[in-house]
Structure formats: structure tokens, C-alpha cells
Nanobody
């Protein structure tokens, strides 16, 4: 399974670092993505990293977020800076046994971590 941590409440302009750890599954041969779901909206892709450590981002990230992975720690990270109120939502990580992004049919999902950006 996948477990996300690192969510919280920050003010606009703040930063958070989310972590996704694989428990009972090695993430090394998997592409891993971060998704988010805002209240009343559909879940959307945020970023993805291939098994070869090639990142991909959705346009709204605008250089504010960085996805990375540490295979030795079996973890994928999402560093978020310059956060905006519209970044509020539940952030999920997902993994698919594929070489490259995007994820089309992830086999594993985490339960999510809440990110709230507000004054």
C-alpha cells in the first residue's frame, strides 16, 4: 500500500513537502504520481515521476512544485512552494507498474493527505 504524509495548513505563499512511502511494495519499478482533489471537484493529476526519474507536471504547477524520488527510502516526494488557496485539497499518491508517465491505470492508491492553504 501507499501512505502519504506531510499535509497541513499553511498561509498563501507557504511551502509543504509531501511524502509517499510504499509499504509492502517496492516502488522502484513503478511510475508514481501525485493527484489532488479539491472540494466539489474531480481528482486531477499534479505531477508524475517515471521509474527512470523523469518528472512531468501539469500546467498549473507553474514551476512551484518539484517531484522527486528516493528509491533507497522507497519514497516519492512532492515539494510545494508558493502555495495558493486554489491548491487546497486532498493529495494522493498512486503507483502504476509502467516505465513512463502519465499514469493511466494505477494499481495502488494512498488514502490521501489534506493540504489547506488559507489566511
Amino acid at each position: 500500500q501507499l501512505v502519504e504524509t506531510g499535509g497541513g495548513e499553511v498561509q498563501p505563499g507557504g511551502s509543504l513537502r509531501l511524502t509517499c512511502v510504499g509499504q509492502g511494495v517496492s516502488l522502484t519499478p513503478w511510475a508514481v504520481g501525485w493527484f489532488r482533489q479539491a472540494p466539489g471537484k474531480e481528482r486531477e493529476v499534479v505531477a508524475c515521476m517515471s521509474r527512470y526519474h523523469a518528472p512531468a507536471y501539469e500546467g498549473f504547477v507553474e514551476g512551484r512544485f518539484t517531484i522527486s524520488r528516493d528509491d533507497a527510502k522507497n519514497a516519492v516526494f512532492l515539494e510545494m512552494t508558493s502555495l495558493k488557496s486554489e491548491d487546497t485539497g486532498v493529495y494522493f499518491c498512486a503507483a502504476e507498474k509502467t516505465d513512463y508517465c502519465p499514469l493511466r491505470n494505477p494499481e495502488f492508491w494512498g488514502r490521501g493527505t489534506q493540504v489547506t492553504v488559507a489566511l
